[in-house]
């Protein structure tokens, strides 16, 4: 029973590791794509002037890969409308 329950301990503690890790790693590319939405917003409202809420919220739910687009896009777009419609 003593093996037993060291290798139940051994095992939990393994679990609560790779639980943190797993967390750890969520948290960082949340902050990533937070951090890639705080600049895409910044450099918009500098190329284009003050976001309205209809882009803001555009913005709080685009994707990773569609912030990369419209980054890459607004380096061409003539205006804020022409950013989300190049896709």
Sequence with gaps: SSVREELERKGEARGRLIGREE???EGREEG?????RHT???LLAR???PLDAE???RLAAG???QMDHWTDALL???SLEEVFRLQ
Excluded: S, V, Y
Excluded at 32 to 36: F, T
């Design 23 to 25: 967390g750890r790693e």
């Design 32 to 36: 990533r794509g937070d951090g890639q």
């Design 40 to 42: 895409l917003a910044r």
């Design 47 to 49: 190329r284009f002037g």
């Design 55 to 57: 882009t803001a919220k």
């Design 63 to 65: 994707t990773p890969e």
């Design 76 to 78: 061409t777009a003539g």
